[in-house]
């Protein structure tokens, strides 16, 4: 069989369940080994940028600025998936702030 199977646990469906247990029966059945391993997934600033509707230069200002974390690869900058979430979450609550600030100066007129 001699074949791979890439999965995110942190959006398991019921669909990945039945696809890891056919995986792993199908190798139980040809007497393979598996083998289990890990790794962060790391994104370039250019898909961050574009995952967040914004260009690479202003991700690389927010990398500088330290707003964002990134880990350098060689010369080049890439941010984890979690960090990204991270950071999607943070700019996803400031607008939500903004949002609700601005209606209650509309609504009360402060």
């Not at 940028?49 to 202003?58: C, F, K, V």
């Amino acid at each position: 069989m001699s074949s791979s199977l890439t999965i995110n646990p942190a959006d398991l469906s019921d669909d990945d369940w039945e696809a890891i247990q056919a995986f792993l029966n199908a190798a139980k059945e040809n007497g393979e080994l598996v083998e289990l391993s890990s790794r962060v997934e790391l994104l370039t600033p250019a898909e961050v940028a574009r995952r967040l509707g914004m260009s690479r230069s202003t991700v690389l200002r927010r990398i500088a600025d330290g707003d964002l974390t990134a880990t350098k690869v060689g010369t080049h900058h890439r941010i984890s998936l979690a960090e990204f979430e991270r950071y999607s979450h943070e700019l996803m609550r400031r607008m939500a702030d903004a949002s609700a600030a601005d209606i209650e100066v509309e609504l009360l007129g402060e």
